[in-house]
Nanobody
């Protein structure tokens, strides 16, 4: 079955960095667009970043553009999210997701989801 497993979350001070990784199995990774979403307590899940199948296109939430970078390695079936200059408002559970449609921003367009990894940014 399809599995997406996130790693790399943790506690970091404001201004610090974290790198999230997502390892995919059970699917043809190179056929899928990949995205990162996050959900803070009491808030709805929101789009953070996405990358197209061939990595030719990337998409970002305005508030993270310039601080976060999404990348993928189709040979290793992994997608990563490098997060720099972290802010307390970035605190959330971060989810990796996969879809075969060319929808990037909406969570409803994604078929497969990971279990999430907690990112906590202290002020």
């Amino acid at each position: 079955q399809v599995q997406l497993v996130e790693s790399g979350g943790g506690l970091v001070q404001a201004g610090g960095s974290l790198r999230l990784s997502c390892a995919a199995s059970g699917l043809t990774f190179s056929y899928h667009h990949m995205g990162w979403f996050r959900q803070a307590p009491g808030k709805e899940r929101e789009f953070v970043a996405a990358i197209s199948r061939s990595a030719s296109n990337t998409y970002y939430l305005d508030s993270v553009r310039g601080r976060f970078t999404i990348s993928r390695d189709n040979a290793k079936n992994t997608v990563s999210l490098q997060m720099n200059s972290l802010k307390p408002e970035d605190t959330a559970v971060y989810y990796c997701a996969a879809n075969r449609l060319s929808t990037y921003y909406s969570s409803s367009g994604y078929t497969y989801w990971g279990q999430g990894t907690q990112v906590t940014v202290s002020s």
